[in-house]
Nanobody, 124 residues
Framework: QVQLVESGGGSVQSGGSLRLPCAAS????????MGWFRQAPGREREPVAL???????RTADYLKDRFTLSQDNAKNTLYLQMNSLKTEDTAMYLC??????????????????WGQGTQVTVSS
């Protein structure tokens, strides 16, 4: 199992930036796929970005110009850098992990382990 703890959320004005760390309780670089998701009130949870074991990432098309995913394996931490934030980015952001089966960059796969989430609120 792996425990995930997100942080870095908060309130920011439109156009601002935030970086969300997700700290894992153990090394995930060899056995787990990792990613960020978000869920806004009244909406379904949606994928934001995923990363594989070679550091390749896949970001949702409508976010890839503003959001960047990276990983520090030495710290067992995943980072989501969010720039040029918009009000529609307001959501609970959740970090997730699953055992490495198939491609880590497949948005359709189900995730087994979730953090508690960190709230991001963007105001105009």
């Amino acid at each position: 199992q792996v425990q995930l703890v997100e942080s870095g959320g908060g309130s920011v004005q439109s156009g601002g930036s935030l970086r969300l760390p997700c700290a894992a309780s153990r090394s995930t670089s060899s056995n787990y796929c990792m990613g960020w998701f978000r869920q806004a009130p009244g909406r379904e949870r949606e994928p934001v970005a995923l990363i594989d074991h070679q550091g390749r990432t896949r970001t949702a098309d409508y976010l890839k110009d503003r959001f960047t995913l990276s990983q520090d394996n030495a710290k067992n931490t995943l980072y989501l850098q969010m720039n040029s934030l918009k009000t529609e980015d307001t959501a609970m952001y959740l970090c997730a992990a699953r055992r490495w089966i198939g491609s880590c960059l497949d948005f359709s796969r189900q995730y087994d382990y979730w953090g508690q989430g960190t709230q991001v609120t963007v105001s105009s």
